[in-house]
């Protein structure tokens, strides 16, 4: 059990703007940064937004977050087939003694 | 080019013992907080750990406190993952990243992974 939520899968059409939810709590998302990570078929994660809603050099602007409280959403607008990947967000939670999270992961499908 | 490459991964008993290492190169290690993050079979990702720069702060996930050590020599421009008492379910493809989970960029760089197998 993730403690960040995250649908499993989510799907579009080429064109199409998909949404993955982020679902956390006042230790995590509450009061720290959000970041998405992307993983294309057996390759390493790539960071996609840090920050909440910043995107690295080189990562295309279709793709964009946001953060509202204990949750947080990667929106991808103009689906495209190289989009087909999992999805993760992640943060830091000061419970404890302070740890990282990840949220499970969404698989995200191109019809 | 800005690079990092595990490895020590291989099949090991339970209870056994392995020595993960984590090779830097391109960038100045000495400046970066450094991270290990395991993906077990057909699962998501897992936060195991961090190190700061200096080697003095150092945070463990649940599931590897006390039996894993994080480590790292900035003159050999290297990373280390000490595994202890391995279980089961410990099998995973363990991944090196630049910088934290809380670091301004976020993990920025990662390696291509080295396989653990815990089993008799």
């Known amino acids: 059990q993730s403690v960040l939520t995250q649908p499993p899968s989510a799907s579009g059409t080429p064109g199409q703007r998909v949404t993955i939810s982020c679902s956390g709590s006042s230790s995590n998302i509450g009061r720290n940064y959000v970041y998405w990570y992307q993983q294309l078929p057996g390759t390493a994660p790539k960071v996609l937004i840090y920050r909440n809603d910043q995107r690295p050099s080189g990562v295309p602007d279709r793709f964009s977050g946001s953060k509202s409280g204990t949750s947080a959403s990667l929106a991808i607008s103009g689906l495209r087939s190289e989009d087909e990947a999992d999805y993760y967000c992640?943060?830091?939670?000061?419970?404890?003694?302070?740890?990282?999270?990840f949220g499970g992961g969404t698989k995200l499908t191109v019809l | 080019q800005v690079q990092l490459v595990e490895s020590g991964g291989g099949l090991v008993q339970p209870g056994g013992s392995l020595r993960l290492s984590c090779a830097a190169s391109g960038f100045t290690f000495s400046d970066y907080y450094m991270s290990w993050i395991r993906q077990a079979p057909g699962k998501g990702l897992e936060w195991l750990s961090y190190?700061?720069?200096?080697?003095?702060?150092?945070y463990y996930a649940d599931s590897v406190k006390g039996r894993f050590t994080i480590s790292r020599d900035n003159a050999k421009n290297s990373l280390y993952l000490q595994m202890n008492s391995l279980r089961a379910e410990d099998t995973a493809l363990y991944y090196c990243?630049?910088?934290?989970?809380?670091?301004?960029?976020?993990?920025?760089?990662w390696g291509q992974g080295t396989t653990v197998t815990v089993s008799s």
């Open positions: 190190i700061d720069s200096g080697g003095s702060s150092i």
């Open positions: 990243a630049r910088d934290s989970i809380r670091s301004y960029y976020g993990m920025d760089v």
């Open positions: 992640a943060a830091w939670d000061d419970s404890l003694s302070g740890r990282g999270v």
